[in-house]
């Protein structure tokens, strides 16, 4: 890999030089993979999920012994979507009519596949022409079964998983599972940002996936390891940085991977040589003012009683009993069934998250930027 532009990704995976720690994570994973275990695993948005997956494939590439299919099934809306997906990607892997690639292209054949180019990544498109429910239900588990067969060990990462519980059709975690326990040489990855829907799928004794994977922690990365991370990278960039301006960083952010990463991107892009909180003030009000009109429009998006307990969460920073006496009074939000009705639909928006277990339970809002936003206003 190129060295970057600028060594803090905020798009994308850079590649293990620009990824700090989570050592325990990868290990887990890697060893979960070679022992042919699948694992699931939830967290926040944001906090390094899909970068994880993508360091963990790099590192199980460069021993090429595996094939890693990374499929984001965000934007799918059915198991016809999904399908194609799959297709797509094993199609990628194979892309020459040699070979496997032959093989998959005459397998592949059978579904009258549509090629084309998209427009925007100038990457071939296939679409497979499926019309029949009962031939759209058998056609994962063909083309999985199809891999499986080449007898090279298959890693296959599904993240944002939890959009299958979105699809019409309600059988695809059963159809799934079913042929997981047919294969010999394909590991899952499953992962996904909604812990509600995630625990349904997983954790629920009555549905197809209860108990069929070993489960993974991703939490912030530990403050230390990030701290000396942010120090030698910007050192590796020929930037000197005080520790305390990492600590401001850090906790402005509170430790949480995206806004730390954007914001330290933000500071490499003013190109000065010795960084200070001024210099990290000055990228906060920039980010602020590109954001100002996405968060106002929130406002609008928002009745008044939500925007009000929004504010009242973003003030607490983090609120483990939102119906205490205190906290309603405190920011005069009426009465409990007010509260409850208006915090269920901020969950519904993603405009705050419940993340921690029993006693450490708490409520915060997603958008680290809009929470600092809002303490200032
Ligand atoms: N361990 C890490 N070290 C450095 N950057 C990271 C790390 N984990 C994630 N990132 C970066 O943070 C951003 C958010 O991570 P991402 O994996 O997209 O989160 P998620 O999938 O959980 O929403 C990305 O730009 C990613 O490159
Ligand atoms: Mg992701």
Known sequence: MEKPSNPFGINYYLGPDYFCDREIETNLLLSNIAQQKHTTFFALRRLGKSALIHHVFHLLKKKRNQQCIYIDIYATQNLKDLTNQLANSIF????????????FWDFISLFRPVLSIDEL???????LDIAQP?????????????????????????????????????????LLRTIMQQLKNTTFIFC??????????????KRPFYASCSSLHLEQIDRILYHDFIKKTFLNYRIKIQDDTIDYILDFTDGYTYYTQRLCHDVVELKTKQVNETHVNQVILSIYYE?????????????????????????EGNVSKPYASQFIQKYNLGSSAIVKRSLESLLDKEMIYKNGLAVEMHYAVYDKFLMRWLQRN
């Open 92 to 103: 990628s892997l194979f892309p020459e009519k040699k070979g496997i690639g032959k093989s």
């Open 121 to 127: 990544s100038g990457t071939p498109e296939l679409s």
């Open 134 to 174: 009962k031939q759209l239900e058998k056609t994962i588990p063909q083309l999985l079964q199809f891999l499986d067969k080449q007898k090279i060990k298959t890693v296959i990462a599904l993240d944002e998983f939890q959009q299958i519980l979105s699809y019409p059709e309600k059988n695809v975690e059963a």
């Open 192 to 205: 996904g940002s909604n812990q509600a829907m995630m625990h349904e799928i997983f954790n629920s004794a």
């Open 291 to 315: 954001m100002k009109g996405i968060f106002f429009q929130y406002r609008n998006l928002l009745t008044p009683t939500q925007w009000k307990l929004l504010n009242a969460i973003a003030m």
